[in-house]
């Protein structure tokens, strides 16, 4: 039984790997069908003047196109063309969170345990974190055009987790036997998956305010590609700054978590363990981000910067510790 | 909030060595390790404190400066704050158009109905609401809400003071320390019997709570098959307690994440390890040591290493110095090698020396090394020094006695501690978490309607500023404006 589900398992995430893959496909021929298509130039938003609007209750309900996506010409191929590559990726991206999550499930189930215990179980659980923080941002905010990274950034760990991290199920060691683990690594994964679409968002917050600034710099008006299909940076910004804000409460949860635990397995609640070290380092980051953004000369630009300093350290919490450190969170497998 | 910023920044950076280097308080051996290791730059290291890099001046310097910045701005930002609790919603701008979130409409109501209704209406979202003439007949509505914003902002700096001083309480007041008890033996909650102990700045050794227990039983579970062969399933002490000298002693079950709770005081299980039971005769016959010695693991399969001093040996004092191999067996380049951390088939392999094992020259020893300077082994024909393989129950003879490996003992590493007021810190990060929330997701907003009477009828306008990021206050133009006219359709 143990060894049906848990093989199970690896076929639901091996094919949520490859369906990712395609989604990303999907992701990228939508960048591309843009390349040469001109959109129209985001302007700031327009005073609305109307005489008479239509009642609040019968408001036109908001369809895939945010209102600050520039409203794509349905008269154009190429218009047609991205939006339908975007739906595809999108549709495929669900999909793939179904067998993903499945995944995950089976793996908990074969091991009789919540599936965290090891550097594989870690990787999967916190794309799928990653993926559903998405899911949920697209339902939210419309925020399909983070597709094409976060469906990148999901197939890149879950093909190493796949290829190189993965380890046959093994019972825990004695000091995650404790109902704290479920606790403090669930609140790491979600926040993590916070963190994670927070700094994708902040990418595409640089790459595109760099883009406004040069196209306002050189009064060139040519608005063609993917890039100008995107929210205006700051409509961008808006969304990286969401994120974080609800990521960085829940890693102040993780980590207090983490040091109630610690006092019952371990007999002190912080002992600067590398681990420790790297998370109090990572909050310390965010929370200078969050500072940055409301510090005259940091907002935009450079607070974006901070936000992915603060990811950076987080990465290298969770790869460099977890494989190349030593101390008491040796939990990779590796 | 620059200063706060290029702080936070330094406090980040600040905390980096001490993971990469190798910490005093973390990890002791490992600081040995690369003392021995780096010769030239261990002294440096020390100067610069980086062994222990959270108690270093540096480190301390700029969590100081950050707490003397936090309350440089905690002050007068909790002054500007009640003040503002009492403020009134300010006056709309001239120019509302000017604000990117704006709308406007022409309608047939008055300016008085108008400003009625969307005075009903901020009023009913709990906003704090003024209605006001402009002076040219218009009538303008402001309106905000969100000022709990700060509120959050200044609890969760505050908290981080609570915290703070919650930490310096637990490590002031109370006291760590460990202990290595052999599965039969006994431990009295005093200062002698510990192997380390780590006092707070204000403990006094009286205020030991005065328990006892015995260690009566302990295993541990190993996996048998791959895969994860090997790995720990279970780890389990069986503890006689007294609460203090003549209590009613009860047994307690002692495990990982189960501790023991004295007075406050509490026994955490740690670690675990295999203590040879060894005896020692000298060249007369005579026992010179007998007993189980606390070997230190060294690896997964608890491969351990540990000495055995028998300084009242006769004719010359003896020393061992050796590994042992819970499950022993032999490797290619045939040596001996652990291959299980359960007690499979527990073999030692020592190498015996005779002379003078340094007890008396007044400077103390570890238990745990033998000092080698006076000390020479015995050596086989090739000039090697002979290493003697052992299973339980074997003897070997030495040109001066003998050691015979009676059996294994488990011993239990345990942490006892005293935290005082751990609950201050702890409800110091809850208050926190709590501030934050309200820092990050109360958004102070700005409204105003203002109804302006006209020929073709009155200019509403409507108007919204957000005094922190995250918001979309468009929406709340189009809510507001919407709900307006709506409400005027069914006027």
């Given at each position: 039984m143990t060894d049906t589900l848990s093989q199970l398992s690896n076929l639901a995430i091996t094919g949520a790997t490859i369906v990712y893959f395609v989604a990303m496909l999907a992701h990228v021929t939508e960048w591309a069908s843009a390349r040469q298509i001109t959109a129209t130039p985001v302007v700031?938003?327009?005073?609305?003047?109307?005489r008479v609007t239509v009642p609040a209750t019968a408001a036109p309900a908001t369809t895939m196109p945010a209102s600050d996506v520039p409203a794509p010409d349905r008269n154009s191929d190429g218009e047609e063309n991205i939006d339908r590559f975007g739906r595809i990726g999108f549709s495929l991206t669900v999909l793939a969170v179904g067998l993903h999550l499945a995944g995950v499930v089976t793996r908990g189930a074969a091991a009789g345990r919540v599936p965290w215990g090891n550097m594989y179980e870690f990787a999967t659980t916190g794309t799928l974190a990653v993926v559903l923080a998405y899911l949920v941002l697209v339902l939210r905010y419309k925020v399909r055009w983070l597709g094409l990274p976060v469906t990148s950034f999901a197939l890149l760990i879950l093909g190493l987790a796949v290829l190189l991290l993965y380890r046959p199920i093994s019972p825990l060691v004695p000091a995650l036997h404790s109902y704290w683990l479920a606790i403090h690594v669930l609140a790491a994964a979600i926040a993590s998956g916070g963190f994670t679409v927070g700094a994708l968002a902040s990418i595409l917050y640089l790459v595109k305010s760099r883009a406004e600034r040069n196209a306002a710099a050189c009064h060139d008006d040519r608005r063609t590609g993917y890039l100008w299909r995107l929210p205006t940076s700051e409509a961008i910004d808006r969304i990286a700054y969401r994120v974080h804000a609800f990521a960085f409460p829940l890693w102040t949860f993780a980590v207090l978590a983490g040091a109630i635990w610690a006092q019952y397995a371990w007999g002190r609640f912080w002992g600067w363990d590398p681990k420790e070290t790297w998370a109090f380092i990572t909050w310390v980051a965010y929370a200078a981000y969050l500072h940055a953004r409301a510090t005259a000369g940091w907002q935009g630009r450079a607070a974006a910067y901070v936000a992915l300093v603060g990811y950076s350290t987080f990465l290298f919490n969770f790869v460099g510790i977890n494989l190349f450190g030593s101390g008491l969170h040796s939990y990779s497998g590796m | 909030m620059r200063t706060a910023l290029v702080l936070l920044f330094l406090l980040a950076l600040a905390a980096i060595p001490g993971s990469l280097i190798p910490q005093q308080k973390v990890d002791a051996s490992a600081v040995a390790a690369f003392r021995s290791a780096h010769p030239s730059l261990a002294p440096w290291f020390d100067r610069l404190g980086m062994f222990s890099v959270y108690t270093s001046p540096w480190f301390s310097a700029v969590y100081l400066l950050l707490m003397v910045s936090l309350i440089g701005c905690f002050i007068p930002r909790l002054r500007l704050y009640a003040k503002a609790t009492r403020a009134r919603p300010p006056k709309a701008p001239r120019n509302l158009a000017r604000f990117s979130s704006f709308d406007s409409y022409v309608t047939d109501a008055t300016p008085g109905d108008v400003s009625e209704r969307a005075r009903s209406l901020l009023s009913a979202q709990r906003r704090r609401v003024d209605v006001y003439e402009d002076g040219s007949g218009g009538v303008v509505v402001a309106a905000e809400k969100g000022y709990l914003r700060e509120a959050g902002n200044l609890v969760f700096h505050f908290a981080v003071l609570v915290v703070l001083v919650g930490l310096a309480i637990t490590s002031l007041y109370g006291f760590k320390g460990g202990v290595a008890v052999v599965q039969g033996e006994s431990f009295s909650n005093t200062l002698i019997q510990y192997d380390d102990f780590s006092p707070g700045?204000?403990?006094?050794?009286?205020?030991?709570?005065p328990f006892s227990f015995k260690v009566d039983t302990f295993s541990a579970a190993y996996k048998p098959t791959e895969p994860g062969r090997g790995t720990p399933l279970h780890f389990d002490a069986g503890l006689t307690v007294r609460d203090q000298p003549g209590a009613t002693p009860y047994r307690y079950d002692l495990r990982v994440n189960h501790p023991l709770q004295v007075d406050g005081t509490s026994v955490f299980l740690v670690g675990h390890g295999y203590a040879p039971v060894i005896t020692v005769r000298d060249g007369k016959g005579n026992i010179a040591y007998s007993g189980p010695v606390v070997f230190l693991p060294l690896d997964g399969t608890f491969t351990s290493y540990g000495v055995v001093k028998a300084p009242d040996a006769q004719p010359t004092q003896l020393g061992l110095e050796g590994y042992f191999f819970p499950t022993g067996a032999v490797d290619q380049t045939n040596h001996p090698v652990s291959i299980f951390p359960g007690l499979g088939n527990p073999v030692i392999s020592f190498v015996a020396y005779h002379g003078n094992?340094?007890?008396?020259?007044?400077v103390p020893q570890s238990v745990y090394v033998l000092d080698k300077k006076h000390l020479k082994t015995y050596d086989r024909a090739n000039g090697r020094p002979k290493v003697l393989l052992l299973k339980v129950g074997d003897s070997a003879r030495l040109k001066d006695g003998s050691v015979r490996f009676d059996g294994v003992r488990p011993w239990v590493k345990l942490q006892i501690s005293h935290s005082p007021g751990k609950l201050v810190p702890l409800s110091g990060v809850l208050l926190a978490i709590a501030g934050l929330l309200g820092s990050l997701f109360i958004r102070p907003r700005r409204t105003w309607v203002r109804a302006t009477p006209g020929a073709g009828g009155t200019l509403v306008e409507i108007a919204v500023l957000d005094r922190a990021s995250g918001g979309n206050p468009d929406d709340h133009v189009d809510q507001v404006s919407s709900t307006l006219q709506a409400g005027e359709d069914s006027a």
């Open positions: 700031a938003r327009p005073a609305l003047r109307r | 700045g204000r403990f006094r050794s009286s205020q030991l709570a094992l340094g007890l008396d020259s007044g």
